[in-house]
């Protein structure tokens, strides 16, 4: 069974810093994808960007390009996504998320993964002005 647990979320000022961090168990690492989404209040969820953890290959979503970096560390089973120069309207709760079939998801240009097997909790993202 695949198992996310996000973290790192918190209050931030317009302009600075944060790290998310998701730790994935039950997962084969070097063969499927993670993604992070996002929901903010009154918004359906929306992808942010995913990455192929066997050959790294990431996407993002256009409102987050330049700003966000996806990686892995695979030794431990970790996805990050750091996140600079945030936003007010990048306040929302923030998902971890995996695919965990090989050749059964897709991560699109603009950083939506399709083919998700397993959700983590979410991370609760603040960025004030």
């Known amino acids: 069974e695949v198992q996310l647990q996000a973290s790192g979320g918190g209050l931030v000022q317009a302009g600075g810093s944060l790290r998310l961090s998701c730790a994935v168990s039950?997962?084969?690492?070097?063969?499927?994808?993670i993604g992070w989404f996002r929901q903010a209040p009154g918004k359906e969820r929306g992808g942010v960007s995913c990455i192929n953890t066997n050959d790294g290959s990431t996407a993002y979503a256009d409102s987050v390009k330049g700003r966000f970096t996806i990686s892995t560390n695979n030794a431990k089973n970790t996805v990050y996504l750091q996140m600079n120069n945030l936003k007010p309207g990048d306040t929302a709760v923030y998902y971890c998320a995996a695919a965990a079939r090989p050749r059964n998801w897709y991560c699109t240009g603009n950083g939506y993964l399709l083919g998700v097997d397993a959700w983590g909790q979410g991370t609760q993202v603040t960025v004030s002005s």
């Open positions: 039950g997962f084969t690492f070097d063969a499927n994808a």
